[in-house]
């Protein structure tokens, strides 16, 4: 088969790097998205007869749902469904040579720092990662206290009737046109299980098995955080992560049980052709706490708004998020928080940092049931405007049925002032590194909750963002 | 003390930028290795222009006139190039930088001065920050704190002489120095830049203000008076005191 047909029918229409692929017919599901493919699918996971209705159930929602009109532009969106391929076997996925991957690829990874081992399983062209040492070691401690952390396929398989209580319960298929799309198509995500008082120091990294299992296009995750349990798991890293696919819709469900506090990051940078529509959301039961630290830095859209529903008495939820929107780009994200109980309480921190002709949104929503009382609700977002030609939104929804509760609204919107680059380029920083240490600054608040080597990273890559800011 | 100055300005010409209303209209000023020299003049007279415009503000713009440090154009050179050639500018009103610490902004100004090619040795650094503040008399909890932010007008001022005591410049322009500050704080900013003018006697030091008062803590060698965008009057310390006595409204008359 000549190269460019092979590439054509890997829908990689848009694909400007030149990757060389192989001849050998992969595994594929045919483009578009109908009922073959999810049989396919479920047949090739060889999943119990629940899943492949439930399977079904989904792909009957998705087609009865209307494309959303608000947020980001989705107008381009269907044609590109059209094209793609909804499933590829992970074992079928093209491979590609260190050789190949863009130089430009390659020196953003070295100016992070990062490992050449490491670089190339982010590149997607390496299967060896370097810390498969730390990783055994932790994974037999984690195996010893009882904690479950492996993909959600073998979730499914090892662990069926915990899998079968909470898998699509915080996240009805029917919630929206993604999540529905997702109950359809899933594949790839993790299945983590902390049992009842059970702490853990070390953040569970989904890094730690991306090479076992590619992160899939339609991820999906469920984590149950069992009473009075703690942990903190950490999805992505700050490098680009190089895709060839311009469509990734993931979800994620969290159980957090009564007394349990439990910590979900993710720090992502899709290249900048990715729409990235991503539902995230826990259920918060009595006493439970539940953190969102949300990092939002490629693709061309996002549109990402994790939800805490405070369903017990004294729960709380923060929301805690950073978006970074280059030129054409446009991050459509926020957080919900849902007061269903007494005497919750919650947090929406947002920044936003918009460049070029780059788009910031927050879109948010407080909501306080009836009967909620003494619940509290503190909401702040700031936007950072770099250029003239930079924009920012910003659309709170605050809906309150309940008088005995007490809600907090801020916002504010700055530009990078003439002055302020005056002042650091007076002590002798040049134009660009006085930007870069003014947006670090803005974004320390929520920077420094992240572990060191994340916020070194995030530090580093904002840097090489500021570069061309200026002129 | 070489007999060449190390800043020398000849006929300067200076407006805002956006605006045609010229301000300095043709001053004449020369300042020697290790001098201290201070501009008095009224609100109005351009002496803050003036320290703008040797510091490079892009609100500001030269028209006419020369200005050579070290031998060089300095007009030319971008703020941090001046900086980095050792201009140190005291703002009359600091800036605010949220979030980002005075230990990180002093960190990330010393690393800027060594070029992408070297690293700042951070042990070194630690060791010339805490005695910079040792010897300016700063609790070392202020570099904690984020630039300026929510800062007293004192503790504005002082974050500014810690500043110069760690960037060492050749030549401190010091913009209004002891404006908003009362008798102590003044005298609290008055005792460090005299002590970083002994730890470094080659530093020259152009110091503008409205008041004699500041000048009663750091002793000028050269006091210039400057009304309307001129210098009128130049001489030694007693010069001060005859405005103090006399106001500047006798220096104006000799301008017409």
């Excluded at chain 2, 060089?72 to 941090?80: I, M, R, T």
């Excluded at chain 2, 130049?234 to 008359?253: I, M, N």
Aim: aromatic share 8%.
């Amino acid at each position: 088969m000549p190269q460019n047909e092979t590439i054509q029918d890997l829908g990689l229409e848009e694909y400007k790097y030149h990757f060389i692929t192989e001849d050998e017919p992969v595994f594929r599901s045919g483009r578009g998205l109908n009922e073959k493919v999810v049989r396919e699918i479920s047949a090739q996971k060889d999943e119990p007869e629940w899943m492949l209705n439930f399977r079904l159930k989904a792909l009957e929602i998705y087609n009865s749902k209307p494309m959303p009109t608000w947020g980001g532009d989705l107008s381009n969106l269907e044609n590109v469904l059209d094209e793609i391929y909804f499933y590829v076997r992970p074992q079928d996925k093209m491979e590609h040579s260190w050789d190949d991957v863009p130089a430009n690829i390659k020196e953003t990874f070295e100016r992070l720092g990062i490992p050449e081992a490491e670089q190339k399983v982010l590149a997607g062209v390496g299967a060896q990662y370097e810390s498969e040492m730390v990783y055994h070691s932790l994974k037999k401690e984690w195996d010893d206290k009882g904690v479950i952390f492996d993909s959600i396929e073998d979730g499914l398989k090892k662990h069926p009737e915990l899998f079968r209580e909470h898998f699509g319960t915080v996240i009805p298929s029917a919630d929206n046109k993604f999540s529905a799309m997702n109950s359809a198509v899933w594949s790839g995500g993790s299945f983590v299980y902390i049992p009842k008082g059970v702490e853990l120091d070390t953040p569970l990294q989904a890094y730690f098995r991306v090479n076992q299992e590619q992160m899939g296009q339609f991820e999906r995750t469920l984590i149950i955080a069992d009473e009075g349990s703690k942990a903190h798991y950490i999805e992505g890293c700050t490098a680009p992560v190089y895709s060839t696919e311009s469509f990734h819709s993931g979800v994620i469900e969290i159980v957090v049980k009564p007394g349990a506090h439990f910590r979900y990051t993710t720090i992502q940078n899709w290249s900048n052709n990715m729409y990235n529509l991503v539902t995230q959301r826990a259920l918060v039961h009595e006493n439970a706490t539940m953190e969102w630290l949300d990092g939002n830095l490629g693709s061309k859209l996002t549109m990402k708004y994790p939800s805490c529903y405070l369903v017990g008495e004294g729960a709380h939820g923060s929301v805690l998020s950073i978006a970074y929107s280059g030129d054409g780009q446009h991050q459509d994200t926020g957080g919900k928080v849902i007061h269903a109980a007494p005497n919750t309480t919650s947090q929406i921190v947002s920044k936003s940092i918009s460049k070029g002709t780059g788009r910031s949104t927050y879109r948010g929503l407080c909501q306080v049931h009836e009967g909620a009382i003494h619940s509290k609700s503190n909401v702040e977002c700031d936007a950072l405007l770099i250029n003239d030609t930079s924009r920012t939104d910003t659309y709170p929804y605050i809906e309150i049925e309940e008088k005995k509760s007490n809600i907090g609204h801020e916002a504010t919107v700055s530009k990078v002032g003439d002055e302020q680059l005056f002042y650091l380029m007076s002590r002798g920083m040049n134009e660009e590194e006085a930007m870069a240490l003014i947006v670090r600054g803005f974004i320390e608040p929520i920077a420094k909750l992240l572990p060191l080597e994340y916020a070194v990273e995030l530090n580093r890559l904002i840097e090489l963002e500021m570069e061309g800011s200026v002129g | 003390m070489s007999d060449s100055p190390i800043l020398s300005i000849r006929n300067l010409h200076a407006k805002v930028a956006d605006e045609d209303v010229e301000i300095l209209h043709g001053v004449d000023l020369d300042l020697k290795k290790g001098e201290i020299h201070a501009i008095m003049g009224p609100n109005g007279s351009g002496k803050s222009t003036l320290a703008k415009i040797l510091a490079g503000h892009p609100g500001y713009e030269a028209t006419e006139g020369d200005v050579t440090y070290l031998g060089e154009d300095l007009l030319e050179q971008e703020p941090d190039e001046r900086s980095q050639n050792g201009v140190f500018l005291a703002f009359q009103y600091p800036v605010e930088i949220p979030g980002v610490s005075i230990a990180n902004f002093l960190r990330t100004a010393l690393q800027a001065r060594l070029g992408n090619d070297e690293e700042l040795d951070l042990f070194d650094y630690q060791d010339q920050l805490m005695e910079a503040m040792e010897l300016l008399d700063v609790d070392p909890s202020f570099a904690e704190r984020p630039v300026n932010d929510g800062f007293s007008g004192g503790e504005k001022k002082r974050n500014e002489i810690l500043q110069m005591a760690m960037l060492n410049p050749t030549l401190a322009l010091m913009d209004e120095t002891d404006s908003g500050l009362d008798i102590d704080a003044l005298q609290v900013v008055a005792k460090g830049v005299n002590t970083l003018a002994e730890r470094n006697p080659d530093m020259t030091v152009l110091i503008i203000t409205h008041y004699q008062r500041l000048l009663q803590f750091i002793k000028p060698d050269h006091v210039h008076v400057m009304i309307e965008g001129r210098i009128v009057e130049s001489g030694g310390p007693e010069v001060a005191e005859a405005l103090e006595d006399r106001g500047y409204e006798e220096f104006k008359s000799t301008t017409t």
